[in-house]
């Protein structure tokens, strides 16, 4: 008999079916016992004759034989059952419980079994709809997936928080994004995005930060200003949420899909400073809740903050021209925390050559990215979301970390 899926039994009513999966919980009421099995699409629950299971421990791989009922719900009825690999430990955390709560450090310390349960589960299931999104709203848009090296011989952003590897004789540093690469690749292809992770060198303890995350990068040719890759973002966005609507881990979860209107509420930076106060060159946490209560209240989700100060901005950044102290770049504000930044980015090799020293960089480092710039590149920009943040946000979960398969950073590196 071909195993069944426990999102398949709804059609099998009446039929006999075998099931396979992990032994959930087991549940003892009167003479009878509740056997409920998890696969890696949801729970079967089967109505099972007292004292089945009853010296097996939980998450012991097992396999049930019986007729599917769907009334007064749907489960298991005149079950044979079997255990094909029994658990000879106790699992570390309660996963037969509905909600697992326990404090975040047992939940990370114990991430290859606390991932099985239904909740923690749900939250992968859903960074896996929003790649798949993400993909297809790219594809569909003449986009090519690259992959570009992790490995790296400079620092990406010119900056010093990089993490040096070992390269045989050398040094080498994993990859702070694939910015350079994807920005060589519009060279090739126009239009390029790549789903994969990036390092950040940051000593930062704060819950919305880790040193590693996925980034879902895109990068375009032949824009205009970064108003073109905004009005992508946008467009890309609206089908990663249409992918997380279909989704029904949003409702194991309790989740509300956000407000994401056909004209995205903007503010140039200067706009912000002055509702905010202050002088400071970059948004603050705090500001940037302020900014999305401020969204909140005109009916979005989402707020777009423009023409940050070029100081605060990498060296690749194409400057405004009517105010060249701030740049064609931006940031997207999702519920009040930043999701998504992005820019148009200087096109011209005696500009990269201009801005370079500028900064006081060293140019060898770059020499060949460089060289793409001199052999001819069209206007482009490009935009990178933040996976973990986005599910944190969407989820509304306490800290990113719980929005990470393992979690690495500053003092976590397992499991």
């Known amino acids: 008999m071909e195993r069944v899926r426990s999102v398949e039994l709804a059609g099998k009513v009446g039929e006999r079916v075998r099931v396979a999966g992990w032994l959930h919980a087991v549940r003892r009421l009167g003479g009878m016992t509740f056997v409920v099995v998890r696969d890696g699409w949801g729970v079967v629950q089967a109505v099972t004759p007292a004292g089945m299971f009853e010296e097996v421990l939980a998450e012991s791989i097992v396999e049930l034989e019986g007729t599917v009922v769907g009334e007064p719900q749907l489960e298991l009825h005149g079950v044979t059952a079997r255990v094909l690999e029994p658990a000879v430990v106790q699992p570390p955390l309660p996963l037969g419980k509905k909600r697992l709560e326990r404090p975040l450090p047992a939940l990370l310390e114990h991430a290859v079994i606390a991932n099985r349960h239904p909740t923690r589960r749900a939250v992968f299931r859903l960074a896996a ?6 993909r297809r709203a790219l594809d569909a848009r003449g986009f090519t997936e690259i992959a570009s090296p992790k490995l790296v011989g400079s620092a990406t952003e010119g900056g010093a928080n990089v993490f040096a ?22 060279g090739v292809f126009e239009r390029v995005y790549e789903v994969g992770p990036v390092f950040r060198a940051e000593p930062h303890d704060t819950a919305r930060h880790i040193n590693q995350y996925t980034s879902l990068d895109v990068e375009l040719g032949f824009i205009a200003s970064h108003a073109d890759v905004m009005r992508v973002l946008v467009e890309v966005l609206r089908e990663m949420l249409g992918e997380l609507a279909a989704c029904p881990e949003l409702a194991v979860l309790g989740a509300r899909l956000p407000v994401l209107p056909e004209a995205v509420p903007e503010l140039h930076f200067t706009e912000a400073r002055e509702m905010l106060g202050g002088s400071e060159p970059d ?14 209240e005109r009916g979005s989700d989402f707020v777009f903050v423009i ?24 940031d997207l504000l999702f519920r009040g925390t930043e999701l998504v930044t992005g820019g148009q980015r200087l096109h011209r090799a005696a500009d990269y050559e201009a801005a370079i020293a500028a900064r006081g960089m060293t140019r060898e480092p770059f020499a060949q990215y460089l060289s793409a710039f001199a052999s001819g590149m069209p206007p482009h920009g490009g935009f990178a979301i933040g ?13 990113i970390r719980l929005a990470t398969l393992f979690p690495r950073d500053l003092t976590r590196l397992s499991p």
């Open 129 to 134: 709809a929003a790649m798949r999104g993400f």
């Open 165 to 186: 590897v070992r390269y045989f004789d050398r040094t080498a540093y994993l990859a702070q994004s694939p910015q350079l690469y994807k920005q060589v690749m519009v």
């Open 283 to 296: 948004l603050s946490p705090e500001d940037e809740r302020a900014l999305g209560a401020w969204a909140a």
């Open 307 to 330: 023409g940050y100060p070029m100081a605060k901005r990498p060296f690749y950044t194409h400057p405004d021209p009517e105010r060249p102290a701030h740049s064609r770049s931006f």
């Open 387 to 399: 996976l973990e943040r986005l599910l944190m946000q969407l989820l509304g979960l306490p800290n």
